[in-house]
């Protein structure tokens, strides 16, 4: 079974703090994606990455980076976070060849006060 | 702007009855559908994959294609008052040779009254 793991389940921080989520796999799949969900909104991309060191933004990239040193691993930086930033954010995993679908984390919920 | 449709409900029905859920889809050129189910505060989980045109069987779950109509559908027998979450849509998003990237329907929300 693939196991998608996220640093948190609940993340409290202050308007203008860097934040850092994270993600990690356990299965060596190769694509990662970065999602936040918004009631009436769904589910929107804020970046993914296919590879060591590559990434690509996704519908929503603004106000985010991200960064993936090692494969299992896919960090989500918000660099000054704020208010509008809070959010349901999922990460997701996908390797081709496989089932061909993505593998969800269990999520971090984010308030930015 | 590629895009998945859902009616976002919510879909109530009464337990035991079927519950059929609608998809419809911009791109001619996908080739994978899938089905998720989120339950309240928990993240997604795959309950159904369809590639081809017709039906697929998974237990109490039916998933229906049809890529002429642009179209998808899950059908589930035997409601439960478990089966009550909101189900999302996928569809294959292959651009710029990135593979996995799915488009995702705003989700329907079904209610199964006991």
């Known amino acids: 079974d693939v196991k998608v793991t996220q640093s948190s389940r609940y993340l409290v921080k202050r308007t203008g703090e860097k934040v850092f989520l994270e993600c990690v796999q356990d299965?060596?799949?190769?694509?990662m994606f970065w999602y936040r969900q918004d009631p009436g909104l769904g589910l929107r991309l804020i970046y993914f990455?296919?590879?060591?060191?590559?990434?690509e933004k996704g519908d929503i990239p603004e106000g985010y980076s991200v960064s993936r040193e090692k494969k299992e691993r896919f960090s989500l930086i918000l660099e000054s976070a704020s208010t509008n930033q809070t959010s349901m954010y999922l990460c997701a995993t996908f390797q081709p060849g496989v089932q061909e679908t993505q593998y969800f984390g269990p999520g971090t919920r984010l308030l930015v006060l | 702007q590629k895009e998945v449709e859902q009616n976002s409900g919510p879909l109530s029905v009464p337990e035991g009855a079927i519950a059929s859920l609608n998809c419809t889809y911009s791109?001619?050129?996908?080739?994978?559908f899938f089905w998720y189910r989120q339950y309240s505060g928990k993240s997604p989980e795959l309950i159904m994959s369809?590639?081809?045109?017709g039906d697929k069987e998974d237990g109490r779950f039916t998933a229906q294609l049809n890529k002429a109509s642009q179209y998808v559908s899950l059908l589930i027998r035997d409601s439960q008052p478990s089966d009550s979450a909101t189900y999302l849509c996928a569809v294959n998003n292959n651009y710029g040779g990135s593979q996995g990237n799915l488009i995702f329907g705003k989700g329907t929300k079904l209610s199964v009254k006991p």
């Open positions: 990455s296919y590879d060591v060191k590559m990434k």
């Open positions: 369809i590639y081809s045109n």
């Open positions: 299965m060596d799949h190769e694509n």
């Open positions: 791109d001619r050129g996908s080739q994978s």
